[in-house]
């Protein structure tokens, strides 16, 4: 019978189409994935890759045997995976992506429970702006908004993400608040251009009504993140759209001023986005879980609806 080091070795190369990558995945030297992947071989007695100095390529019997085992591998994964520990906990590395500002201010605060929750499961938590391939980078989880749900991923809504108008308090003194979102073109604008696209992203808002309104801000300050929009903002140099959970602390404490406050512009959901299995890791599944009982508990969607505003 093959090991499961083998026969995870095969299937990392092949996913990855290198044995370099496969072995930064696995936490390996590309030399034991290579040999694993050669004692394969050996004892199937069939050449499953053609090696070449630039990469690998599935021959057509290394193909049919990817495509019979892989899903099976990955059940076999996630049940050891799951398996609990010796306290009957789930237990394991977690590693999960989520954007800075979100995950710093939104997500990190509920650590401490969830480790006290389960001692066993290691958090390691990126913070970075971008969409991640959970599969193929090796994520046990996302979390954010517009990810693509390519096949095998699934995502469980977690709250409603709204854009809306902000200023400084000091910015608004002396000028007179807007009240319809074409109005929001008349002041100092702080934008945003995406890292993807290289494009700056204008909004369309709607109200409650469902009546839409272009709120195209001149481009007077460009950054390319969104903390440092908020942190312009705060300093009294212009209206930035912003994601509502990123402003919220500040308009609560009024540091920030909602402007246009019937409108909204909707950019989707936030999710946490995992690998579909059949098995889920036990770990995955405890933080996926966790997480949305605590924006339910913490009435999370409700308070980032900007929708609700006033």
């Not at 195209?216 to 903002?233: C, H, Q, Y």
């Not at 995992?274 to 599944?285: E, M």
């Amino acid at each position: 019978m093959e090991t499961l080091a083998n026969l995870e070795s095969f299937v990392r190369s092949a996913e990855l189409g290198s044995f370099s990558e496969a072995a930064r995945r696995l936490a390996l030297t590309p030399a034991a994935v290579s040999r694993n992947v050669a004692m394969l071989e050996r004892n199937l007695g069939v050449r499953l890759f053609q090696r070449s100095t630039r990469k690998l390529t599935l021959t057509e019997a290394g193909e049919a045997f990817r495509l019979a085992i892989a899903g099976s591998l990955d059940d076999i994964q996630a049940a050891i995976t799951g398996i609990a520990s010796d306290s009957g906990e789930p237990a394991g590395v977690l590693k999960v992506s989520m954007a800075p500002t979100f995950g710093i201010m939104h997500i990190l605060p509920m650590l401490p429970g969830f480790i006290t929750r389960y001692p066993h499961i290691r958090p390691e938590w990126h913070f970075e702006n971008r969409q991640v391939d959970i599969v193929a980078e090796g994520y046990d989880a996302a979390i954010g908004g517009g990810f693509d749900l390519s096949p095998g991923i699934v995502a469980r809504t977690l709250a409603p993400a709204h854009i809306v108008a902000v200023a400084s308090p000091a910015y608004m003194s002396g000028r007179v608040a807007p009240t319809d979102p074409a109005a929001l073109a008349a002041f100092d604008g702080i934008v945003m251009r995406s890292l993807q696209t290289g494009r700056i992203r204008h909004w369309t808002m709607r109200d409650a009504a469902g009546v839409e309104r272009a709120a195209t801000l001149s481009e007077d300050i460009v950054v390319n993140d969104p903390a440092a929009m908020r942190e312009a903002a705060r300093l009294g140099l212009g209206v930035a759209l912003l994601a509502v959970p990123d402003v919220l602390p500040d308009l609560e404490s009024g540091a920030l001023v909602r402007l246009v406050s019937r409108w909204y512009a909707d950019a989707g959901a936030i999710s946490v986005y995992y690998a579909s299995r059949t098995l889920l890791p036990g770990k995955t599944r405890a933080f996926v879980d966790w997480i949305a009982e605590a924006f339910k508990r913490d009435r999370l969607a409700e308070r980032f609806a900007g929708s609700l505003g006033t």
